[in-house]
């Protein structure tokens, strides 16, 4: 098993980064679709109440540079969905992921939440285990998926904010 975290800095209070980046449409298409080239990204469900955002998301990424091995067992259309719940009194999304191949060898479990700096910035903190049970090639696949996370979250985390600029948010 692979533990994975991150810890990034945003330009934005807690409230505004959930209410008007993480979920917000034309932010999602734009990091996902344009920025980090994912053939699909697209929200399937999503049910809100007062207490839960609960959404899932049919995912695509680029499988990009990994090692033959791994590539064999992920295939050319790998895939997954994020099964995703959003806690409004803790400010916690908790994110299940269900690969499209190896499911039952495969568990990626998640965590991610912002503490306060200042009225105007906070720290995204996300805390994911990664384990796949699969004879020889397990810590090889999950070494790539912990890479391709690691690209993914930087670049994200840059691309955030820039648009929380770009987009006057506060």
């Not at 719940?85 to 299940?96: A, E």
């Not at 397990?138 to 840059?158: C, H, N, Q, W, Y």
Request: hydrophobic fraction near 40%; charged fraction near 35%; aromatic fraction near 12%.
């Amino acid at each position: 098993m692979k533990e994975v975290k991150f810890d990034h800095i945003f330009e934005c209070g807690i409230d505004t980064y959930w209410d008007k980046v993480f979920f917000d449409e034309a932010f999602n298409h734009k990091l996902f679709h344009e920025l980090l080239q994912f053939s699909e990204w697209k929200d399937t469900v999503t049910k809100t109440t007062d207490e839960v955002i609960e959404r899932t998301v049919v995912v695509r990424p680029p499988v990009g540079d990994v090692p033959a091995a791994v590539r064999k067992v992920l295939g050319d259309n790998f895939g997954y969905q994020e099964h995703g719940r959003f806690d409004r009194k803790t400010k916690r999304y908790h994110v299940d992921v269900e690969p499209n191949v190896v499911k039952d060898k495969t568990h990626i479990h998640g965590d991610i939440w912002l503490e306060r700096i200042d009225d105007k910035r906070s720290r995204r903190l996300a805390v994911f285990s990664l384990e796949v049970k699969i004879m020889v090639v397990g810590k090889l696949i999950e070494d790539a998926i912990a890479k391709d996370m690691t690209r993914s979250f930087e670049r994200g985390a840059t691309f955030t904010n820039e648009w929380i600029r770009d987009k006057g948010i506060v």
